[in-house]
């Protein structure tokens, strides 16, 4: 079973940055897909950014050019580096890791707790 804690999260004004980190544990980290999301109050969870085993990664149309997945094996570790904040970021974000198919469609039986970000305008 997969364990997640997300962190890194913060209250910041627009044009700052912020970089969120995700520990897993309980898995084979270096074979699965990982992707970061967010859900706005009143919103859906949404997919954000992903990033495969091989290291491709793909990005919400929203967030293309101001945010940037990594991943370290040996750390066993999930980053997004955010930058130009904008307000419309604001939100509670999640990382999860399975297969490709698993993370792209965000079908995930359990979530951890999340790390909440907020953006000032």
């Known amino acids: 079973q997969v364990q997640l804690e997300e962190s890194g999260g913060g209250l910041v004004q627009a044009g700052g940055s912020l970089r969120l980190s995700c520990a897993v544990s309980?898995?084979?980290?270096?074979?699965?897909?990982m992707g970061w999301y967010r859900q706005a109050p009143g919103k859906q969870r949404e997919l954000v950014a992903f990033?495969?085993?091989?290291?491709?990664?793909n990005y919400v149309e929203s967030v293309k050019g101001r945010f940037t997945i990594s991943r370290d094996n040996a750390k066993r570790t999930v980053y997004l580096q955010m930058n130009n904040l904008k307000p419309e970021d604001t939100a509670v974000y999640y990382c999860?890791?399975?297969?490709?198919?698993?993370?792209?469609?965000?079908?995930?039986?359990?979530w951890g707790q999340g790390t909440q970000v907020t953006v000032s305008s």
């Open positions: 999860n890791a399975g297969s490709r198919i698993l993370v792209l469609r965000g079908t995930f039986a359990s």
């Open positions: 990033i495969d085993s091989s290291g491709s990664t």
């Open positions: 309980g898995s084979a980290f270096s074979i699965n897909a």
